[in-house]
């Protein structure tokens, strides 16, 4: 009985792979993150210098799964553009350490606030009036309230096919996804000199529940996760 090459067991493994990702993308809503990863690597992408994605992991994953958005009319609403120009913004926000504390202590000289609620979504944010371009001057807290509402009002706020754009990242992150597999065989292949081995890391890699899980959503940790592979 002649046996299937080890590279057609792994092209096989692959596509059963992205065809079940697919499959989860298509049926799953968005989650807290995906949202703020894609339109914070999308404004990124265009230029922007923004405090809003400062606690988001270095900006490479983001970017890549974000390129899609740089073919579709992604517009930013009024809104949105308010918020990375830090006319925006939340009542409280968290230090690196994790703790939560309100920001007026924070305010730079002269800035004031008045709370308004942003359609269509009905959010309550601070409208701010500062003398800067963002009213913290601290960098030892981070504007993250902001950039996943920012998300939120970029994707889904009305301006845009929000589906549309969250489908095209999660195909950029199942790509990654693919692209670490076949980064795991090949090693595997060389560490091992056994081309059973490296399909079966392969096969390790493409039914784990974690990567299944994670492979599909618009995040860094596969991006991460390929860049620590490589």
């Not at 799953?28 to 606690?55: F, K």
């Amino acid at each position: 009985m002649r046996m299937i090459p080890a590279k057609w067991l792994a092209v096989g493994l692959l596509a059963i792979m992205i065809g079940l990702m697919v499959g989860a993308s298509l049926q799953d809503s968005a989650t807290v993150d995906e949202t703020g990863h894609l339109a914070l690597g999308y404004i990124n992408w265009n230029g922007a210098r923004t405090r809003l994605g400062a606690e988001m992991h270095p900006p490479l994953a983001s970017l890549v799964v974000s390129f899609p958005l740089l073919f579709m009319n992604v517009k930013l609403s009024d809104t949105a553009q308010a918020m990375v120009q830090g006319e925006l913004g939340y009542p409280w926000t968290p230090s690196w350490q994790g703790t939560l504390r309100p920001i007026q202590g924070l305010l730079v000289p002269g800035c004031r606030g008045q709370y308004v609620r942003i359609p269509p979504l009905g959010d309550t944010l601070i409208q701010w009036q500062s003398p800067t371009t963002y009213p913290v001057d601290n960098w030892y807290y981070r504007a993250m309230p902001e950039g996943q509402m920012f998300g939120k009002v970029v994707v889904y706020g009305g301006a845009n096919n929000g589906d549309a754009m969250l489908l095209l990242g999660r195909l950029a992150q199942i790509l990654l996804s693919a692209l670490t597999g076949v980064v795991i065989f090949f090693w595997a292949r060389r560490v091992a000199v056994q081309e059973n081995a490296a399909v079966l890391a392969l096969a390790l890699w493409v039914f784990n529940p974690i990567a299944l899980a994670y492979g599909h959503v618009v995040n860094t940790d596969i991006g991460a996760t390929l860049g620590i592979t490589l």
